[in-house]
């Protein structure tokens, strides 16, 4: 099963940025865990703070991947663009937050991305991306024989 997360901006600073919220680990070092835990799973990784990257890709792999993992950052909350693209695809999505957005700041509150992905999960930093992934994992057809 092929999967790609997604990071948005500034989260190519996690574990030096604001680490109370975020927690204190890159995103670098954890990927090892995930491929490790997943190991059906072909994981690939893609980071970027530019708005038009992250769309290129999405546009890229919508189509061909079986599940997209998606930490847009605060483009979550302004981004018409990127709901668009996901609007646009058929691969699924899961939006994940590393933390409570319902418990920080009102703009947080409302994600613009949401209504075209599949659900959402927060507050449970790095581990946001495991539960998604199992997910995944568990939606994938259990079937002998059966080719994803």
Do not use: W
């Amino acid at each position: 099963m092929q999967i790609l997360i997604i990071n948005g901006p500034n989260l190519n600073l996690l574990g030096r940025r604001e680490p109370g919220i975020y927690g204190s680990r890159s995103f670098d070092d954890y990927l090892p865990e995930l491929r490790a835990a997943f190991p059906d799973f072909t994981l690939e990784y893609f980071q970027s703070n530019h708005e038009g990257e992250l769309i290129d890709k999405i546009h890229e792999v919508g189509f061909s991947y079986h599940g997209i993992v998606l930490n847009a950052g605060a483009y979550t909350h302004t981004s018409l663009a990127l709901a668009d693209a996901l609007a646009a695809i058929n691969v699924p999505v899961v939006e994940v937050h590393l933390s409570n957005v319902a418990a920080r700041e009102e703009i947080r509150h409302k994600s613009l991305i949401g209504k075209n992905c599949l659900g959402s999960i927060s507050g449970f930093k790095l581990e946001s991306y495991r539960l998604a992934l199992h997910y995944f994992d568990n939606m994938r057809p259990k079937r002998v024989g059966f080719k994803v």
